[in-house]
């Protein structure tokens, strides 16, 4: 009986609410979705992102930037770690950072085409908020054509 609660409540918190795209008008953490957290075993980089993220949501971006740089220390090759970064600097009007971020984390990502889309729509928030319309369509169309 207790594996099948065990069971049951494993298999309820793996079902998910489905993305619906927020309007185009609204605030930039509401058009990103969240990513998943970071693919590491390291108990203290999820600490640290963990930190960051409490950190961005309360408004110390600096604070967050600082944490995720840390984790980036200990695991420079997590492209969720360098996707996240990319997060806080697309929050803190760091724009072209953002983006080159973005960039970094794809070229980490390897096959997996779900954080590489993500990565294309950090890139396309960041062009688009820099005036440049004709770039942020180019990578949002990069997006699209990863998600399928």
Do not use: H, Y
């Amino acid at each position: 009986m207790k594996r099948s609660v065990a069971l049951a409540a494993l298999v309820a918190g793996c079902a998910g609410v489905p993305d619906i795209p927020p309007p185009p008008g609204a605030p930039v953490e509401d058009r990103i979705a969240r990513p998943a957290p970071p693919a590491s075993e390291n108990v203290a980089v999820l600490s640290l992102v963990q930190n960051a993220r409490a950190d961005s949501g309360a408004g110390r971006l600096a604070n967050a930037g600082a944490t995720l740089e840390r984790a980036l220390r200990i695991e420079p090759r997590n492209p969720r770690l360098w996707q996240e970064l990319a997060r806080v600097r697309l929050k803190q009007g760091e724009f072209a950072q953002a983006e080159s971020v973005a960039v970094r984390s794809n070229s980490w990502a390897g096959a997996d085409a779900a954080l590489r889309a993500e990565n294309w729509r950090l890139i396309a928030e960041s062009r688009e908020a820099r005036g440049d319309t004709v770039g942020a369509r180019d990578a949002l169309d990069t997006a699209s054509r990863m998600a399928q």
